[in-house]
Each structure stands twice: as C-alpha cells, then as structure tokens.
C-alpha cells in the first residue's frame, strides 16, 4: 500500500486524488502511533517489544486491507480464506447482501450470466461493454443473539458467503470489494485494474470558479456563487448529498469539428478578460471565498461513463446567468427553484459558450496539476507498458493515465461548436 512506499514513489502520485488522501491518512497512522503505541510500549509488559512506525503501518495496512464487516455482532473482522479471494470490476445489485438463509434453504441464482465482456479498450481506457454483476456476496444476518459469540451469519454460526449467479468450471472466482475506482483501490488495497468501469476523478469547484470568473469577472462570480451558497439544498450542491448523474453524453462530438473554432472562441473571450477584470478593480471585487463553506459542495465527480455529474451542470448554470435570471432565481421559493434546477439539461448548459469554455478551462488546470513535462494519456500508457507489471512506479502512474484519459475525453465533449455553414 502506499504508506508503505518510500517517499521518491509517493511522490509519483502528484496530481491524482490518491494523493491528498495518502498524505492524510500517513498522519493519521503516524499519529495513532505517537499517541497510542508508543505509550504503550513505555509499560512495563511490553518495555522488552520493539515495534517501529514501519512496522505498525505494516500491521494496519495488512488488517485494513483485509478486513471487512462480517454482521452486525462482530463487526469488522479478519476471516480466513473469505479474504484470500481477489477482486474484479463487477455491479454491485441493489441488496446485494442475500437474508439470512435458514437451514436447508439455499439462495436464488438468477439466470446464467454470460462472462466479462472482452476489453478492447487499452488498459486504464474506456470500459467496453456490460459491467458483469458480483459473482457472490455475504449472507447478512438479520438476527444476532449478543450472547451468542459464536454466532455468524448462517444457521451453523459460520459466516457464509452465496453465489449470485452461474460461474463456469474452471473460473476464478471473485469476490467485489464494491464499485471502487482505482484510487480506492490503492489506497485500500495496493493494486489498481487495467479495466476499471467505475473510475473517477475529481473536478474541485475552485477550478470551476477560478475558469469561470475568466468569462463573467470576479464580482459576478462572487454575486453568483453567494446565491448558490445559500440556496445549495435547492439547487443540489450540498456535500453531503449523493448527486445524480444527468443523462448520459450523447457522444463525442464531431471528430471533425475544426481547432480553428476552439482557438477563435478562446480569443474572442479572452479579449473580453482585461475589460471584466478592469470592471472588477472599480468594484472593489468581492471575494468568493468570503462566506462559510459550511454544506456547499467542495468538489465534482467525473465517472469515466461520460455521464456529467448534475451539481456541476447546476453550478456552472448559475455562474453564467444573466443579471434577470439571477434576479428571478432569487424570488423564486424553495420548490419552483427545485423544479427550474432539474430542468436544466446537459444540452441545455453546455449549448452556453460560457459554460463550455468554464468547463473546458477547469479540465485543462486539473490536467496541470500533474507532474511537468506534461504527458497525454496514450503517451504515458507508453511508458507504463515498460515499468514493472504491478511495482509501485506502474501503479502510481497507471492511476494518473486513468485520470488523464477521462479528462481527456470530457475536454473533447465541450469543444467550442463548430460554426455553421453559410448556404
């Protein structure tokens, strides 16, 4: 696991969302070992045992990466061979855990499923095909006698664990940690897949604000953003709350869509940033970071289904409305405005040439946040076709080449459109 690679190999996680999540949770572990091991080697039963910080990364990474929840009784525990199963990208089904099955009951299997759909897709590319459902999952115990310590998720007080559909003579069979990107997976687990149908990245709003108060100036974006703070449960841009994803992309645009469009457009607007910028400086430019952040949304999701997360497509509605939309936004109660939000389609906001060049600013400063001279995604696919299969330099940027290629292909989802022709 990453807590335990040296310092030169973590630094190859620059720039992924494995990265600020490693360094928090090392300072966690270091702190747990400070505060809580070292006192207790300072006793007199354990004056004699010597346990480095290594070592006790070593033993919570080895518990954590191991471990899962067996019932509601015993909680988190370590279970002999249940975890010596490895895991593939497969669907989780809603109520994936199977009822308590009673004696001589056994579970239903559904209808025979065919296999994972052939990759054709180059590793850590666009998955291809049907995500196959879990092959098994853990009975979950829907009684627990407390006084009862044997007591496990079967009539017979073992943790059992059912097939959930047919697996072919000869099959490994898998057991799904769950639907985790690849940076989970190596944060939680030491390995990432070549083929990973629910890989992420994140987009955090900052750059969202940052791209947008290039098109509409500082003291607009700050006018906007307060009303989206303050109305986030409407709107859907809380934290805590799950964001839908809107309508599936309908496709890439047309591969024959000109440059010249895009650099026409990015000249045009960018002419405009010295005159907003200058509109600001007489306004004394209010600041977006002067309210509390306290629910409001901190950052977007980008899956690699190409599906746009809906918070986002909501933001980025909000920091290009007009000064009358704005105004009427503002009027409207509770539901009218829960109703106008979910109106707004992904056609709708990306139709805007201001929302798309926010976006497409935003995606191209979240690609500058990884390790200089920058590289495209098939040109570090390259370089990690020559590392190591599964060293610590190969998982790393197999993770960032992940990221990249979904960055990419939302970057080429909001292209300026092409201008239309003159008949």
């Not at 390259?382 to 330099?393: F, I, K, M, T, V």
């Amino acid at each position: 696991l990453p807590y335990l690679w040296d310092e030169k190999d973590r630094q190859a996680l620059t720039g992924t969302d494995a990265e600020a999540t490693v360094q928090e949770t090392m300072s966690e572990l270091s702190g747990e070992y400070e505060h809580l091991i070292k006192p207790l080697l300072r006793t007199s039963a354990l004056s004699e045992v010597n346990i480095s910080l290594t070592d006790y990364l070593h033993a919570a990474t080895l518990a954590s990466s191991r471990a899962f929840t067996v019932d509601d009784f015993h909680m988190e525990a370590l279970v002999p061979l249940a975890d010596a199963f490895n895991h593939d990208c497969q669907r989780v089904p809603a109520g994936e855990a199977v009822p308590e099955i009673q004696m001589n009951d056994s579970p239903e299997v559904p209808a025979k499923c065919s296999r994972t759909p052939a990759q054709t897709s180059p590793p850590f590319g666009s998955w291809k095909g049907e995500v196959p459902i879990m092959q098994m999952a853990l009975a979950e115990s829907t009684t627990v006698n407390p006084s009862a310590k044997s007591s496990g998720t079967g009539p017979n007080g073992n943790m059992m664990i059912y097939v959930l559909r047919d697996i072919e003579p000869g099959c490994e069979i898998f057991n799904t940690y769950g639907e985790f990107s690849n940076d989970k997976l190596l944060q939680d687990y030491g390995f990432i897949l070549h083929h990973n149908a629910f890989n992420t990245v994140t987009l955090a709003r900052s750059a969202i604000e940052e791209a947008a108060m290039k098109s509409v100036g500082r003291h607009r974006c700050s006018q906007r953003l307060d009303f989206a703070r303050r109305r986030a449960e409407e709107l859907g841009l809380e934290q805590e709350q799950d964001e839908d994803d809107d309508e599936s992309m309908d496709g890439e645009e047309e591969e024959g869509e000109e440059e010249a469009a895009e650099d026409a457009e990015e000249e045009e607007e960018t002419d405009g940033d010295e005159a907003v910028n200058d509109e600001d400086a007489e306004k004394g430019s209010e600041s977006s970071e002067g309210g509390g952040d306290d629910g409001f949304v901190l950052f977007f999701e980008l899956p690699a289904d190409l599906l746009l997360p809906r918070g986002l497509l909501v933001l980025m509605r909000v920091l290009h409305a007009s000064d009358a939309l704005l105004e009427q936004w503002q009027s409207m109660p509770r539901s009218a405005l829960q109703l106008s939000a979910k109106s707004w389609t992904k056609a709708s906001v990306l139709r805007h040439a201001g929302c798309r060049r926010t976006l497409r600013l935003s995606l191209r400063a979240r690609l500058k946040s990884y390790p200089a001279p920058f590289k495209s995604a098939a040109e570090d696919r390259l370089a990690w076709s020559r590392l190591e299969a599964g060293s610590c330099r190969a998982n790393s940027l197999g993770l960032r080449i992940g990221e990249k290629d979904i960055l990419e292909h939302y970057l080429r989802l909001c292209r300026p459109l092409a201008p239309m022709s003159k008949s």
